[in-house]
């Protein structure tokens, strides 16, 4: 809504009187709450020659229709008289506008207004004729002297420029695009003298040809910017330094001489020789021989080869010569391999050897049985090249079987106080599946007091097989009592395989 405001006046008295406003069709207010308004006249009585404070009417400004405004005077009171006559302006038809309040002397038009033109293009009119510069920017050729990049200019500004005038073109200011721009400047064929301008600025082309006018020096420093510009692109003729993809004539394969080689040039000369990746060569290449000892990625020729050679057996009958080696054989090969020491060495395994640290008393046992003897222990391995020792006896191991020699070293003493016979037998029993059997490595009789030592070495020589499991037992005793021996320190027992 839009509350209407204004006085009635004649010179300077009050003409009270009753407004009437009538709209020329029905309108609808579409926000809430909607309405619908009716061509119905409205009265507004001004009692006092002014329109009351609390008149507010529908705007019509965004609804395309307008209203039909009549002001009657009024002629007599009690009761009120209104004159059918209306004074100058009324009638006349007026758009309320949009605004918060507006008077009523602000809708009146300065000539004849119709709905086909509404007051509000007369605001419009009457906001830019009090406004000179607004009016000086709406139309018009407004001269602005010589161009200058950082002035803003628009539709109408004319300036000079290059000795020629041009006319500014477009409607949204702009700044920084010089005049020579087509799409923003006009050139007015008029020099700064007033004179016609007889140079043409068309840019350098075909239509120059035949052409009786006079180019602009703009047009030709476009175009000897242009040749410049083409010029650099241009190679040198001495030190050229080409890019892109140029090309260039090939020459017969058999040229040799300072013209320009192309790539199919280059390809059909390189046909008859060897890439560096992977050459394949034919026919007797050659290449420098490599010193002695050379170690390296180097071709190596034949000469480098036949002097490495020289220092390298044959393999038809070599004759060694230093410390020659060879792989070991594994052990039970029987080929032409050959034999090295470590094979023979192996040959010959198990090699076993234990001895005692301490003496043992071997305790009084029955000398008349067998498997009545005491175990003698050994506490220090000597020598087991095979693992075939396992507590106080000797195992072969698997697939060792084979002629053995059995050797002992044996320290015997008596510690029976009295003088008597002293007996002692040392047995080897050997252990083959579970089942015992028993040699007798020696049989000792002595009269002797106590600490009487005797050494005994014998030797067998047995085939033994993969499992079997070697122990010596001590036997002793006296005649009478039957006293105990010791087996002294320093003890061994060993056995080694011959074949």
């Given at each position: 809504?839009?509350?209407l405001?204004g006085?009635?006046?004649?010179?300077?008295?009050?003409?009270?009187?009753?407004?009437?406003?009538?709209?020329a069709?029905?309108t609808?207010?579409?926000?809430?709450?909607?309405?619908?308004?009716?061509?119905?006249?409205?009265?507004?009585?001004?009692?006092?020659?002014?329109?009351?404070?609390?008149?507010?009417?529908?705007?019509?400004?965004?609804?395309?229709t307008?209203?039909?405004?009549?002001?009657?005077?009024?002629?007599s009171?009690s009761?009120?008289?209104?004159s059918?006559?209306?004074?100058s302006?009324?009638?006349?038809?007026?758009?309320?506008?949009?605004?918060?309040?507006?008077?009523?002397?602000?809708?009146?038009p300065?000539?004849?207004?119709?709905?086909?033109?509404?007051?509000?293009?007369v605001?419009?009119?009457?906001?830019?004729?009090?406004?000179?510069?607004?009016?000086?920017?709406?139309g018009?050729?407004?001269?602005?002297?010589?161009y200058?990049?950082?002035?803003?200019?628009?539709?109408?500004?004319?300036?000079?420029?290059?000795?020629?005038?041009?006319l500014?073109?477009?409607?949204v200011?702009?700044?920084?695009?010089?005049?020579?721009?087509?799409?923003?400047?006009m050139?007015?064929?008029?020099?700064?003298t007033?004179?016609?301008a007889?140079?043409?600025?068309?840019?350098?082309?075909?239509?120059?040809?035949?052409?009786?006018?006079?180019p602009?020096?703009?047009?030709?420093?476009?175009?000897?910017?242009?040749?410049?510009?083409?010029?650099?692109?241009?190679?040198?003729?001495?030190?050229?330094?080409l890019?892109?993809?140029p090309?260039t004539?090939?020459?017969?394969?058999?040229?040799?001489?300072?013209?320009?080689?192309?790539?199919?040039?280059?390809?059909?000369?390189?046909?008859?020789?060897?890439?560096?990746?992977?050459?394949a060569?034919?026919?007797?290449?050659?290449a420098?021989?490599?010193t002695?000892?050379n170690?390296?990625t180097q071709?190596?020729?034949?000469?480098?080869?036949?002097?490495?050679?020289?220092?390298?057996?044959?393999?038809?009958?070599?004759?060694?010569?230093?410390?020659?080696?060879?792989?070991?054989?594994v052990?039970?090969?029987?080929d032409?391999?050959i034999?090295?020491?470590?094979?023979?060495?192996?040959?010959?395994?198990?090699?076993?050897?234990?001895?005692?640290t301490?003496?043992?008393?071997?305790?009084?046992?029955?000398?008349?049985?067998?498997?009545g003897?005491?175990v003698i222990?050994?506490n220090?391995t000597?020598?087991?090249?095979?693992?075939?020792?396992?507590?106080?006896?000797?195992?072969?191991?698997?697939?060792?079987?084979?002629f053995?020699?059995?050797?002992?070293?044996?320290?015997?003493?008596?510690?029976?106080?009295a003088?008597?016979?002293?007996?002692?037998?040392?047995y080897?029993?050997?252990?083959r599946?579970?089942?015992?059997s028993?040699i007798?490595v020696?049989?000792?009789?002595?009269?002797?007091?106590?600490?009487?030592?005797?050494t005994?070495?014998?030797?067998?020589?047995?085939?033994?097989?993969?499992g079997?499991?070697?122990?010596?037992l001590?036997?002793?005793?006296?005649?009478?009592?039957?006293?105990?021996?010791?087996?002294?320190?320093?003890?061994?027992?060993?056995?080694?395989?011959?074949?």
């Amino acid at each position: 809504m839009t509350t209407l405001t204004g006085t009635f006046e004649n010179g300077s008295v009050a003409v009270p009187g009753k407004l009437v406003l009538t709209l020329a069709n029905g309108t609808v207010k579409d926000t809430a709450p909607k309405k619908i308004f009716l061509p119905k006249p409205i009265e507004i009585l001004c009692p006092s020659g002014a329109i009351p404070g609390s008149t507010n009417i529908e705007e019509t400004e965004t609804k395309n229709t307008s209203y039909y405004l009549e002001y009657f005077p009024r002629i007599s009171t009690s009761p009120d008289v209104f004159s059918d006559e209306q004074l100058s302006p009324f009638p006349f038809y007026t758009v309320i506008p949009n605004l918060a309040s507006v008077d009523i002397a602000d809708l009146v038009p300065t000539g004849y207004v119709s709905d086909v033109l509404s007051t509000g293009a007369v605001r419009i009119a009457r906001v830019i004729a009090s406004d000179p510069a607004l009016a000086a920017s709406i139309g018009g050729i407004t001269p602005k002297g010589a161009y200058n990049i950082s002035t803003s200019y628009k539709r109408g500004d004319v300036v000079s420029y290059l000795n020629r005038f041009f006319l500014a073109s477009e409607v949204v200011p702009f700044s920084g695009i010089v005049p020579t721009n087509t799409a923003y400047w006009m050139e007015i064929p008029v020099a700064p003298t007033g004179s016609i301008a007889l140079g043409d600025s068309t840019v350098y082309g075909a239509s120059w040809n035949n052409s009786g006018l006079a180019p602009t020096q703009d047009a030709v420093y476009d175009i000897l910017q242009s040749v410049q510009g083409t010029i650099t692109l241009k190679a040198n003729t001495t030190d050229a330094v080409l890019a892109g993809n140029p090309t260039t004539p090939t020459q017969a394969t058999s040229d040799n001489s300072t013209r320009i080689a192309s790539t199919a040039y280059v390809k059909s000369n390189l046909s008859s020789y060897a890439p560096i990746a992977s050459p394949a060569l034919t026919g007797t290449p050659t290449a420098p021989t490599p010193t002695a000892g050379n170690n390296t990625t180097q071709i190596s020729t034949t000469a480098f080869i036949q002097s490495a050679l020289s220092s390298y057996a044959p393999l038809s009958s070599p004759t060694f010569t230093g410390d020659p080696k060879a792989p070991t054989p594994v052990w039970g090969d029987s080929d032409t391999s050959i034999s090295t020491t470590a094979f023979v060495r192996n040959y010959f395994t198990p090699v076993a050897q234990v001895e005692k640290t301490t003496s043992q008393n071997t305790g009084n046992n029955n000398f008349s049985t067998v498997d009545g003897g005491s175990v003698i222990t050994f506490n220090s391995t000597i020598i087991d090249t095979d693992s075939t020792i396992s507590g106080n006896s000797i195992i072969l191991p698997s697939g060792r079987g084979g002629f053995y020699g059995i050797f002992m070293n044996l320290t015997i003493g008596t510690t029976s106080s009295a003088s008597a016979t002293h007996k002692h037998a040392c047995y080897l029993r050997i252990n083959r599946s579970g089942v015992d059997s028993f040699i007798q490595v020696f049989v000792n009789i002595v009269t002797a007091a106590t600490g009487v030592t005797e050494t005994f070495s014998p030797t067998l020589f047995r085939n033994l097989l993969a499992g079997d499991t070697l122990t010596l037992l001590s036997n002793s005793g006296t005649s009478a009592s039957f006293s105990a021996h010791t087996v002294g320190s320093g003890s061994s027992f060993s056995i080694i395989r011959l074949y």
